[in-house]
């Protein structure tokens, strides 16, 4: 990682990062039972959320085959706690916020690395799961909490907050790399 590429992300609209082993993730089942009780409503429904993104263990071993990862978020201001409009549109914006830096990282440092960001890839109105295979395997990013991983540890593993004040809303990505 050089300071180019963090000087770029800053500028693509990343709030914080952190860098930090990859052994350093924590991988918890908890996360994943809290995808099987379908809380966000994604559950089954998507190749880049159980089951569709895999096992437990096949996606912690995804993640494992590299030696860091980057862990980093957007903030977005928001009217009030319950300003739900505002919710949804930063989560559109931290999307193409996550889908800049990965191209970003492509460009600089090859192919070599996996991409999870926020609440699913977002790509196509309605994924392919379970009837066909992902039109754009190469363009998904899969929910970090897809592959059970507990946000709000890794954000303080590297560095980062989690929570950024009152009427804000904070969403987080990783890129793992070698």
């Not at 990062?17 to 099987?36: L, N, Q, S, T, W």
């Not at 914006?93 to 996996?114: N, Y």
Request: charged share 25%; glycine share 6%.
């Amino acid at each position: 990682m050089n300071d180019e590429f963090l000087a770029k992300i800053k500028e693509l609209g990343v709030h914080e990062y952190g860098i930090i082993p990859v052994e350093k993730v924590p991988f918890e089942h908890e996360v994943r039972e809290m995808c099987a009780a379908n809380r966000c409503g994604a559950y089954a429904k998507t190749w880049c959320c159980p089951p569709g993104c895999g096992t437990e263990e096949e996606c912690k071993e995804r993640c494992m085959k590299y030696k860091y990862v980057l862990v980093f978020s957007t903030k977005t201001d928001l009217e009030d706690s319950f300003d739900f409009e505002g919710m949804t549109e930063a989560m559109v914006r931290h999307r193409a916020v996550s889908k800049q830096v990965r191209t970003l990282f492509r460009e600089m440092f090859g192919d070599d690395f996996f991409a999870l960001s926020s609440e699913g890839c977002g790509n196509c109105e309605k994924c392919t799961y379970p009837d066909a295979p992902c039109r754009f395997p190469k363009d998904m990013m899969p929910s970090v909490e897809s592959h059970g991983i507990m946000v709000y540890k890794e954000a303080a593993e590297a560095g980062i907050h989690y929570i950024n004040g009152a009427n804000t809303v904070t969403y987080f990505s990783n890129i793992f790399f070698n």
